[in-house]
């Protein structure tokens, strides 16, 4: 039923940039890094994007900002985790993925420059 209408309110009238700032804003809230339980990261941050980016895909324009967004939510402000270990290691591993992934870099650079 999700697939043919949004059951949250926020994802029936908002636009996708307002959508995805929200998305990033209640994730840095919620993200944890749990050595001994990948798994619940996986479910609570890979699959929710998965999930809303279906619902409604990021805007080529929006794409940098929000990678960025989604990234800095592991250590971002309101996040009760930021200063541990495992969420600022997790976020230097992470960036550092995204810095030597060509494919990333060449979409940002495209992005950038439009």
């Not at 060449?106 to 439009?114: D, H, K, Q, V």
């Given at each position: 039923m999700?697939?043919?209408?949004?059951?949250?309110?926020?994802?029936?009238?908002?636009?996708?940039?307002?959508?995805?700032?929200?998305?990033?804003?209640?994730?840095?809230?919620t993200?944890?890094?749990?050595?001994?339980?990948?798994?619940?990261?996986?479910?609570?941050?890979?699959?929710?994007?998965?999930?809303?980016?279906?619902?409604?895909?990021?805007?080529?324009?929006?794409?940098?900002?929000?990678l960025?967004?989604l990234?800095?939510?592991?250590?971002?402000?309101?996040?009760?985790?930021?200063?541990?270990?495992?969420?600022?290691?997790?976020?230097?591993?992470?960036?550092?993925?995204?810095?030597d992934?060509?494919?990333?870099q060449?979409?940002?650079?495209?992005?950038?420059?439009?």
């Open positions: 999700e697939e043919v209408y949004a059951l949250e309110p926020k994802d029936r009238f908002m636009e996708s940039t307002s959508i995805w700032q929200s998305i990033t804003y209640e994730l840095r809230g993200l944890h890094v749990d050595p001994r339980n990948m798994h619940k990261l996986s479910e609570t941050y890979v699959a929710a994007l998965v999930e809303k980016e279906h619902l409604h895909p990021i805007p080529p324009e929006d794409l940098y900002q929000v960025k967004d990234l800095y939510a592991f250590i971002g402000t309101g996040n009760p985790w930021k200063d541990k270990n495992p969420n600022r290691t997790f976020y230097q591993e992470f960036k550092k993925a995204l810095r992934d060509e494919e990333h060449s979409n940002i650079s495209l992005t950038l420059g439009n």
